[in-house]
């Protein structure tokens, strides 16, 4: 496949022209419009959260940083992210970066860890943002800050680069990925009960903090978001729709038992599909294979929003009683994503270059874009109206992500626009677009995927092509090295 550039499509035309021969449906306007008239300026009414409307419809999206302290505290790289999350105008930051309920739960040994020890390293951390958001645009009002929750499951390396995988079920395809070779590793009931209490302690830490919410993580192959597929786990905690969310229920109901008075959210994969893999027929010297699915067993039992009997295709019924299961538990903001950046990250995180153990786009990665937004639109489309909705992957439509996003917001798809990579790259995006109206090419993320090859090889993550603070450093040789290498 010859991939378009998006750069090189340069106008608006010429990119709607593009989706055109992809057969894809996604509206982009004309041009960014600036505050007040952009959508993306409007305050969100749907609902208040800690009794703060949200006063944009910029989201900063949950990234994991890979460089907090071994105990799992806040250093000088994750503050400079935090301020600079604060600096960008986004006025919801929905989730910051997953942080580990218990340390066993870590996806890497430097996650941060939400817990008493680390109280005051994360209230440093909110504040420094609260700080940045006030200095740029004189007050901090409308900003709503929360903080991800997480057990990492299936991929947590809480020591060193080693696995020690704890899962919610035995998968036919990733337990040899993630080697996942005993029942031992499976989480019994009992021990469901005794990470539902971490949960509810890290949301007592998040509230004496100032957090306004906790985003309760159901998503990208974490363990929440595999017991949402535990179809076939014997149990309470698996089989029926009821049984695959009771951890969710049991959470909210621990913390409001607590008497805990934090808002909740929730970041779901709203669908997802088989594990991928390179082909190796069509590697070529330097450049892995196109993506292709592993081979699955059919019925697929294995996965939340995907069609049993044809599994690379998404069926959302589910995510649709996700929803309004949320509003039911009193959950305020449902986080839209999908898929997994571990087994299949060309629907998570749509790119043009893959990270080092990703595959080649087989297709052109706008159609995976479309995806996601076509998801939230239709998930959205049904869930009760007071549930503040946002989506996810649009950074990969690069110049192009102001004007699809304000098309979308405008038309109702969703409520807000999530931003990921594009803001390690371009945290000035927000603020830059809404007040002059225009981008700076220079620091537009270009997929490169460097912020997740260099924490796969055991460095911290960041912009190491654009953002100078990485660019310099000892693992920017080391990395290119490792590209080299692959
Ligand atoms: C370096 C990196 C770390 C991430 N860490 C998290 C995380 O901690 N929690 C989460 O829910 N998603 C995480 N994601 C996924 C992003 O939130 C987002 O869904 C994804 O990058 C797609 O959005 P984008 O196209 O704007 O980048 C991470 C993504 C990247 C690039
Ligand atoms: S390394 Fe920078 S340019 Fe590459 S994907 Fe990450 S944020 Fe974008």
Known sequence: MELVRV????????????LATLGVELPCDDNI???ASSPLAQPVRNTSINGKTIGNRFAIQPMEGWDGTRTGGVTDEVLRRWTRFGESGAKLICGGEAMAVRPDGRANPN?????????????????????AHRTRYGAADGLVIGFQLTHSGRFCR?????????????????????????????????EIKELIKAYVAAAQVAWEVGADFVDIKHCHGYLLHEF???????GEYGGSFENRTRILREIIEGIRASGNPIEIGVRLSGFDTVPFKPDPTRAEPGKLGPGIPEDFPTPYRFAFGANPLNPLEWDLSEAHFFAKLCVDLGVKILNLTAGSPYYNPHIQRPAAYPPSDGYQP?????????????????????APPQLIVVGSAYSYLQEFLPMVGQAVVRQGWTDMIGLGRMVLSYPALPAESLEAGRLNSKFICRTFSDCTTAPRNGMVSGCYPLDKYYTGRPEAKALKEIKKAI
Request: aromatic share 6%; glycine share 0%.
């Open 7 to 18: 750069p090189s499509l340069k106008t608006p035309e010429n990119f709607r022209k593009h």
């Open 111 to 131: 996650q941060l860890i939400i817990s008493k020890e680390n109280q005051a390293d994360l209230a440093k951390l909110r504040q420094a943002l609260v700080d």
């Open 158 to 190: 809480p020591n060193d680069k080693r696995l020690e995988s704890r899962v919610a079920y035995r998968h036919p395809v990733l337990d040899k990925k993630f080697q996942v070779t005993s029942d031992a590793q499976v989480f019994t009931d009992a």
């Open 228 to 234: 949402l597929s535990a179809f076939t786990r014997p």
């Open 33 to 35: 419009e600036t505050a």
């Open 362 to 382: 087989a297709h052109d990665p706008l159609i995976n874009v479309a995806w996601q937004i076509q998801a939230v639109r239709q998930i959205k489309a049904k």
